[in-house]
């Protein structure tokens, strides 16, 4: 069983900035890629961002590609979100996943999930 909690999230204004943890539990990282994921009010969950388990690349949608980064800190099993630029169009629930695949772009195939974190930026 995996346990992930996400944090970080908050309100800031247009053009800021926030950086989102999600904290793993175990040796997750050995055996899971990791994604994090967004939903809007009224709209699915979407992608934003992978890293691959094994050598740590990572990819990313294209509306935040450029302004987001994603990175890990394997001694500390938590993966982070950095995000710059922020648009009020980034305005959503954000959430960690992980799955047993080498990567994915599809949240049917993450097998874990945390609880979410808001990010609500104004305009």
């Known amino acids: 069983q995996v346990q992930l909690e996400e944090s970080g999230g908050g309100l800031v204004q247009a053009g800021g900035s926030l950086r989102l943890s999600c904290a793993a539990s175990?040796?997750?990282?050995?055996?899971?890629?990791m994604g994090w994921f967004r939903q809007a009010p009224g709209k699915e969950r979407e992608f934003v961002a992978a890293?691959?388990?094994?050598?740590?690349?990572?990819s990313y949608a294209d509306s935040v590609k450029g302004r987001f980064t994603l990175f890990r800190l394997i001694a500390e099993n938590t993966v982070y979100l950095q995000m710059n630029s922020l648009k009020p169009e980034d305005t959503a629930v954000y959430y960690c996943?992980?799955?047993?695949?080498?990567?994915?772009?599809?949240?049917?195939?993450?097998?874990?999930w945390g609880q979410g974190t808001q990010v609500t930026v104004s305009s």
């Open positions: 996943a992980a799955t047993s695949l080498e990567t994915s772009m599809f949240p049917s195939e993450y097998n874990y």
């Open positions: 175990g040796r997750t990282f050995a055996r899971y890629s």
């Open positions: 890293i691959r388990r094994s050598g740590g690349s990572t």
